[in-house]
T-cell receptor
Framework: DTGVSQDPRHKITKRGQNVTFRCDPI?????LYWYRQTLGQGPEFLTY????????KSRLLSDRFSAERPKGSFSTLEIQRTEQGDSAMYLC?????????????FGPGTRLLVL | AQKVTQAQTEISVVEKEDVTLDCVYE???????LFWYKQPPSGELVFLIR??????QNEISGRYSWNFQKSTSSFNFTITASQVVDSAVYFC??????????FGKGTRLHILP
């Protein structure tokens, strides 16, 4: 049973460049979440998908951020025109959609450094 | 509004001591879920426990135990006979809607040999 995987694990980029991260959820999970974690803080919710539908977006997700889950399987998170304030760990999680809720399982994260 | 407070930023104990990590939450909902996650130095968040608001029974899993008290809005986590491998950042978290999770700022736990 493979867990949630994320690629790349680390990314260094220059301010103004675009970056894209990928998340592969646990295979039978229909919900996929993106969180951002800055140094010394807990993860903060960005957005989530149920199958291919993006159901909620946080106000943290500015216009420079876009997330997709085109076939309801893997997801991508793109940041355009990166800023130094985007430096953070980007975490992906997945879960099953069941009555009563279900536990979110997290991937190893993508650590982004914007120079 | 929902909020999770972990007042202990950092704790250090000597191996084999017991340690309790505090968590206080705020919510207006009567139905909600509480979680604890562990984040070792590798960075991956490891799920420890999920508890719904209707189940106030305390839980024990090996050296880990959790005390849920709705009267004080607390969901504390105790590690008995701590080990060096328990060193990590521990996050308490709350979910009202069965989707997004709100995390506390975490408690960094150092277990000294």
């Amino acid at each position: 049973d493979t867990g949630v995987s994320q690629d790349p694990r680390h990314k260094i980029t220059k301010r103004g460049q675009n970056v894209t991260f990928r998340c592969d959820p646990i295979s039978e999970h229909n919900r996929l979440y993106w969180y951002r974690q800055t140094l010394g803080q807990g993860p903060e919710f960005l957005t989530y998908f149920q199958n291919e539908a993006q159901l909620e977006k946080s106000r943290l997700l500015s216009d420079r951020f876009s997330a997709e889950r085109p076939k309801g399987s893997f997801s991508t998170l793109e940041i355009q025109r990166t800023e130094q304030g985007d430096s953070a760990m980007y975490l992906c999680a997945s879960s099953l959609d069941r009555v009563g809720g279900e536990t979110q399982y997290f991937g190893p994260g993508t650590r982004l450094l914007v120079l | 509004a929902q909020k999770v407070t972990q007042a202990q930023t950092e704790i250090s104990v000597v191996e084999k001591e017991d340690v309790t990590l505090d968590c206080v939450y705020e919510t207006r909902d009567t139905t909600y879920y509480l979680f604890w996650y562990k984040q070792p130095p590798s960075g991956e968040l490891v799920f420890l426990i999920r508890r719904n608001s209707f189940d106030e029974q305390n839980e024990i899993s090996g050296r880990y135990s959790w005390n849920f008290q709705k009267s004080t809005s607390s969901f504390n986590f105790t590690i008995t006979a701590s080990q060096v491998v328990d060193s990590a950042v521990y996050f308490c978290a709350l979910s009202e809607t069965e989707d997004k999770i709100i995390f506390g700022k975490g408690t960094r736990l150092h277990i000294l040999p």
